[in-house]
Nanobody
Framework: QVQLVESGGGLVQAGGSLRLSCAAYGRTFGSYALGWFRQAPGKEREFVAAISWNAGSTYYAGSVKGRFTISKDNAKNTVYLQMNSLKPEDTAVYYC????????????????WGQGTQVTVSS
């Protein structure tokens, strides 16, 4: 059973940057795709970005495309989310999860959720 642990969240001003990390414990990522999702207060969890098992393909939500970049380091068993040009509407708890299909934006297609890391963007 894999355990995913997110880190790197914090408070940043609008226009700033943060890099989130998601480390896997218990086993390697193997052939799983990795995804980042976020959930703002009072809202449903929504897809942010995903990367294929071999890091050859990525998929982004329209709201973050061009500002966020997902990457992974298999040697460190870690996936990253570089977030630039942050906006107040990016404020949420960010979660990572693994799935079978990187080109899916459905929460139900991902599992082994981490505990999340809070990102707060002030205006």
């Amino acid at each position: 059973q894999v355990q995913l642990v997110e880190s790197g969240g914090g408070l940043v001003q609008a226009g700033g940057s943060l890099r989130l990390s998601c480390a896997a414990y218990g086993r390697t990522f193997g052939s799983y795709a990795l995804g980042w999702f976020r959930q703002a207060p009072g809202k449903e969890r929504e897809f942010v970005a995903a990367i294929s098992w071999n890091a050859g393909s990525t998929y982004y939500a329209g709201s973050v495309k061009g500002r966020f970049t997902i990457s992974k380091d298999n040697a460190k068993n870690t996936v990253y989310l570089q977030m630039n040009s942050l906006k107040p509407e990016d404020t949420a708890v960010y979660y990572c999860a693994e799935g079978l299909n990187y080109h899916s934006d459905r929460v139900a297609d991902f599992g082994s959720w981490g505990q999340g890391t809070q990102v707060t963007v002030s205006s």
